[in-house]
């Protein structure tokens, strides 16, 4: 029951370096989804998926690029990484529901907690 | 931006007492849901309203949704010191096609602390 997973648990970058954080689920979910979690500001949409090879920006998609050649996996790339990307990333998966209700209950990982020098 | 805003920001009750937590937003809906974050955990998933159904409970939960208010109410009720957590509403927004949109918005959430 693995669920899921999230690779790393923390890391601390330096500004400029780039990244991937490692997101895979096992329970064969349509969608996909990162969300980033700061202090006082909830959580927020960065990047989102429906299924493999199709990937859409969340609300603060600036960045940040993703790809999803799998249902399992969808990585997360900090390109340049800067200050203001220190946070709490979540990584999140859900079956699509059919009709008018589309977005169902999300399944989260434990979080990779980045800290960008 | 946030589309679902929690109230109040942080609440704390005796164990066994009931707790009540408010959840409003801006736009029209497909449907809401409730998530609690124990700290330094993510979130997990309580409870799902849609748009067309007045109330819902889970065990101890109790959620109410009022679509012309635009408002949601969280009700734990005989709440226990493991009941300590973040509490969040989420909300997926009806999109162009009358569909969802795909993006669920969370608020900032209700941080909960029940004492022994």
């Known amino acids: 029951n693995a669920g899921v997973t999230q690779t790393p648990k923390f890391q601390v970058l330096k500004t400029g370096q780039s990244m991937t954080l490692q997101c895979a689920q096992d329970m064969n979910h349509e969608y996909m989804s990162w969300y980033r979690q700061d202090p006082g500001m909830g959580l927020r949409l960065i990047h989102y998926s429906v299924g493999a090879g199709i990937t859409d920006q969340g609300e603060v998609p600036n960045g940040y690029n993703v790809s999803r050649s799998t249902t399992e996996d969808f990585p997360l790339r900090l390109l340049s990484a800067a200050p203001s990307q220190t946070s709490v990333y979540f990584c999140a998966s859900s079956y699509l529901r059919t009709g008018p209700t589309n977005t169902g209950e999300l399944f989260f990982g434990e979080g990779s907690r980045l800290t960008v020098l | ?116």
């Open chain 2, 1 to 116: 931006s946030q589309q679902g805003e929690e109230d109040p920001q942080a609440l704390s009750i005796q164990e066994g007492e009931n707790a009540t937590m408010n959840c409003s937003y801006k736009t029209s809906i497909n449907n809401l849901q409730w998530y609690r974050q124990n700290s330094g955990r993510g979130l997990v998933h309580l409870i799902l309203i849609r748009s067309n159904e007045r109330e819902k409970h889970s065990g101890r939960l109790r959620v109410t949704l009022d679509t012309s208010k635009k408002s949601s109410s969280l009700l734990i009720t005989a709440s226990r010191a493991a009941d300590t957590a973040s509490y969040f509403c989420a909300t997926d927004a009806t999109g162009e096609s009358g569909a969802g949109s795909y993006q669920l918005t969370f608020g900032k959430g209700t941080k909960l602390s029940v004492i022994p």
